[in-house]
T-cell receptor, first 113, second 109 residues
Framework: ETGVTQSPTHLIKTRGQQVTLRCSSQSGHNTVSWYQQALGQGPQFIFQYYREEENGRGNFPPRFSGLQFPNYSSELNVNALELDDSALYLC????????????FGPGTRLTVL | GIQVEQSPPDLILQEGANSTLRCNFSDSVNNLQWFHQNPWGQLINLFYIPSGTKQNGRLSATTVATERYSLLYISSSQTTDSGVYFCAVRNSGNTPLVFGKGTRLSVIA
């Protein structure tokens, strides 16, 4: 059984650019959630996708957007990057969108200069 | 929204010692997970424990849902146990998993 994978591992961008991060969910999981983890903090929920629809969103501006594909993999897009967007971005998958256990990928570390 | 508090924020142990990490939450939950974050940032699932007690090797966890807290026990700690331990909860179907600020554990030889 393949776990959650994310790409790329590391990324460096400049302020104002756009970035796309990718996540493949664990086999048999149909729900993907994205989190942002700033240095020294716990992960903060960005949004969740279930069957290709966004079904929950945290306190993040619209320049954070996402997609989920028919195979349940997902993308996180961030437009107009700001310095404060520098963080570890974590993707998690679960079997259901309800109270199912979430499993996390290794993360993408984004640095905005 | 639901609040999660973890204590202590930092813990330094000698190898072989035991420890107890606490997670308090402000509302009823239907999901509670404990994670260990390694130095590379990977969140490792330790327990899915919305209620009751579970054990896995040297680690065990207890959640008392009616009193809104969970405890993670680490026995005979090893240097590889070092890292940050997070508690995360959700309290209804489509609400997000809410994380505490974590407990940073350092085990020294």
């Amino acid at each position: 059984e393949t776990g959650v994978t994310q790409s790329p591992t590391h990324l460096i961008k400049t302020r104002g650019q756009q970035v796309t991060l990718r996540c493949s969910s664990q086999s048999g999981h149909n729900t993907v959630s994205w989190y942002q983890q700033a240095l020294g903090q716990g992960p903060q929920f960005i949004f969740q996708y279930y069957r290709e629809e966004e079904n929950g969103r945290g306190n993040f501006p619209p320049r954070f957007s996402g997609l989920q594909f028919p195979n349940y993999s997902s993308e996180l897009n961030v437009n107009a990057l700001e310095l404060d967007d520098s963080a570890l971005y974590l993707c998690a998958s679960s079997k259901t969108s309800g109270n199912g256990e979430q499993f996390f990928g290794p993360g993408t570390r984004l640095t905005v200069l | 929204g639901i609040q999660v508090e973890q204590s202590p924020p930092d813990l330094i142990l000698q190898e072989g010692a035991n420890s107890t990490l606490r997670c308090n939450f402000s509302d009823s939950v239907n999901n509670l997970q404990w994670f260990h974050q390694n130095p590379w940032g990977q969140l490792i699932n330790l327990f899915y424990i919305p209620s009751g007690t579970k054990q896995n090797g040297r680690l065990s966890a207890t959640t008392v849902a009616t009193e809104r807290y969970s405890l993670l026990y680490i026995s005979s700690s090893q240097t590889t146990d070092s890292g940050v331990y997070f508690c995360a909860v959700r309290n209804s179907g489509n609400t997000p998993l809410v994380f505490g600020k974590g407990t940073r554990l350092s085990v020294i030889a």
